[in-house]
């Protein structure tokens, strides 16, 4: 299980080299884990997914001309109304399966990036869309489906950020 401070990349699991094996075509994203401290203690920002409700964070596909952690912060504001500042360094990736309707299912690898929560907007393009809730980082662990990204959220705030 992925333990929030290894990287798959280490491991070979590389876009590139996970697209040579055929079995999935394979996209990057990027994702943002939004903190905040609240009486000493790390806090993290989960969203709902806009069609099952599942809970995730904030994420996407790569946008050009944008970095991974630009990206990470334009799908922050876009599905969770947050403005702050977010890392350059990814704290680590997870993998899961997206299925596409019509299209095949694809396999995407996440690059997460911490992004430090400034403020939250009521006004935001997918306000209409989602839920979000603040959380301990133990507890987004439990409410989020990936093994991977429950072991990176329940990690947070372990170390030094």
Request: net charge positive; with cysteine.
């Amino acid at each position: 299980m992925f333990d929030g401070r290894s990287n798959v990349l280490n491991a070979g699991l590389s876009a590139e080299n996970l697209s040579l094996s055929g079995a999935l075509p394979v996209y990057a994203q990027s994702a943002a884990l939004c903190y905040r401290t609240k009486n000493g203690r790390p806090e993290i920002l989960l969203i709902t997914t806009r069609r099952s409700r599942r809970w995730i964070i904030p994420k996407g596909w790569l946008i050009n001309g944008m970095t991974p952690s630009e990206t990470a912060a334009r799908e922050a504001w876009e599905e969770a109304g947050v403005l702050g500042t977010c890392g350059s360094e990814a704290l680590g990736r997870f993998a899961y399966v997206k299925n596409r309707p019509g299209k095949a299912s694809a396999l995407c690898l996440v690059d997460v990036f911490p992004l430090h929560v400034q403020r939250l907007e009521a006004h935001f393009p997918e306000a209409g869309d989602r839920r979000r809730k603040w959380v301990s980082p133990k507890k987004a662990s439990s409410k989020v489906a990936s093994p991977d990204l429950a072991a990176l959220l329940g990690g947070f705030g372990l170390r030094r950020q």
